[in-house]
């Protein structure tokens, strides 16, 4: 939206011309996205307590966690409002790229909004009924898809880019519409999954996020992706705006949520926020790279389904509870402990995953 404002002060003064530039952009939606969730988080917080919107805990989980109850959620409202203003706000309106990741984000924001509501205000322990949750995660994943295939306008958009083969680059076709739809539905629940102990999740998708802009700025930079021999894609500069976007609303949120936990973000922030990542991932062409950075969100992930597949199977469980995170608390590992773990193990596959940009 500025940008629009910028190009007219131009003609006045082509001082102003440097807020055309991308890396001052990003880090103006940083500091901005930042700021409107440090700033309104308090209100926030006690707003959702004169409502009584509170956690509900799980009975057969952990001693400590039922301290939490009643501790205010729904926060995830906060850290898409921050992202959104902020790149209305940084944003060049006129990208593709920038209203798809908005449409995800904003989807897949009101699918967990509906699911939190009935759980916090309704008091419906379900939520909103799993079927429906997949069918509107399905929805809104395939049509993305579909758009995303119908006006692609350049070879690069539909290959599948195979980190540390420079040369392996084949050309999806219709497979496209499956990977999206596996990677933004299947992130999307993979952090929600994470999102079980105070600042598990947030820190993993703020490192995830920052690497996805560095894949952003190469990718959309012709003498960057020549160099690394990536796919050269010159929209998807603009997603370096959103991804910075999401690390200040995520820094700004975890500034109440980092143990003990003030606020809690819901499945409206962790549905919401995996999305997100699940689309860049896609637009960027980095989807297998996203499965070794998200890597704490895939073992989370695989640890319920080793669960339940075991004890439907064999009638016994692997873990002594899931997801895995829950285990080692069972097991006598402290709540900060079990979450600084977890974050410095994110920290480590983020760090591997870029190394494939150059490890080629």
């Not at 906060?78 to 989807?107: C, E, M, Q, R």
């Not at 994470?194 to 490192?207: K, Q, R």
């Not at 705006?241 to 975890?254: E, K, V």
């Not at 699940?278 to 790279?289: F, H, M, N, S, T």
Request: aromatic share 10%; proline share 3%.
């Amino acid at each position: 939206m500025l940008i629009l404002l910028t190009n007219w002060l131009i003609q006045l003064d082509i001082g102003f011309s440097v807020l055309n530039y991308l890396t001052l952009r990003s880090i103006l939606a940083t500091l901005t996205s930042l700021l409107m969730a440090i700033f309104i988080g308090p209100k926030m917080i006690l707003w959702l307590q004169r409502l009584q919107i509170g956690q509900t805990v799980r009975d057969d989980g952990p001693e400590s966690h039922l301290q939490k109850m009643g501790t205010p959620t729904m926060g995830g409202v906060l850290i898409l409002a921050a992202i959104s203003v902020s790149v209305l706000l940084w944003a060049d309106l006129t990208n593709k790229y920038v209203w798809v990741t908005l449409a995800v984000l904003l989807g897949y924001g009101i699918v967990g909004f509906v699911d939190d509501y009935r759980k916090v205000v309704r008091k419906d322990a379900k939520g909103l009924i799993a079927r429906w949750k997949y069918f509107w995660q399905t929805i809104i994943a395939l049509a993305v898809a579909v758009y995303l295939y119908s006006t692609t306008t350049q070879a690069e958009e539909t290959m599948l880019v195979v980190p540390f083969f420079k040369d392996v680059l084949p050309q999806l076709g219709l497979m496209y519409l499956a990977l999206v739809y596996f990677t933004v539905v299947g992130t999307s629940n993979a952090v929600n999954l994470t999102d079980g102990l105070d600042g598990l999740a947030i820190v993993p998708v703020i490192l995830v996020a920052g690497a996805l802009a560095i894949f952003a700025y190469v990718t959309g930079n012709v003498n960057f992706s020549e160099y690394l021999h990536i796919p050269h894609i010159p929209q998807a500069s603009e997603l370096v705006i959103i991804c910075g976007a999401m690390i200040g609303a995520g820094l700004g949120f975890l500034w109440f949520n980092a143990y003990p936990a003030q606020v809690f973000m819901g499945d409206v922030g962790s549905l919401a926020l995996g999305g997100t990542l699940g689309i860049i991932a896609v637009l960027v062409r980095q989807e297998i790279v996203l499965v070794i950075m998200g890597g704490i969100f895939v073992i989370e992930t695989l640890s319920v389904i080793i669960q339940v597949g075991s004890f439907k199977l064999r009638g016994k469980r692997v873990f002594r509870m899931a997801p895995i995170h829950h285990h080692f608390e069972l097991k006598g590992w402290p709540e900060p402990k079990v979450i600084v773990r977890f974050w410095i193990i994110s920290l480590i596959l983020v760090l591997v995953g870029l190394a494939t940009l150059k490890l080629r």
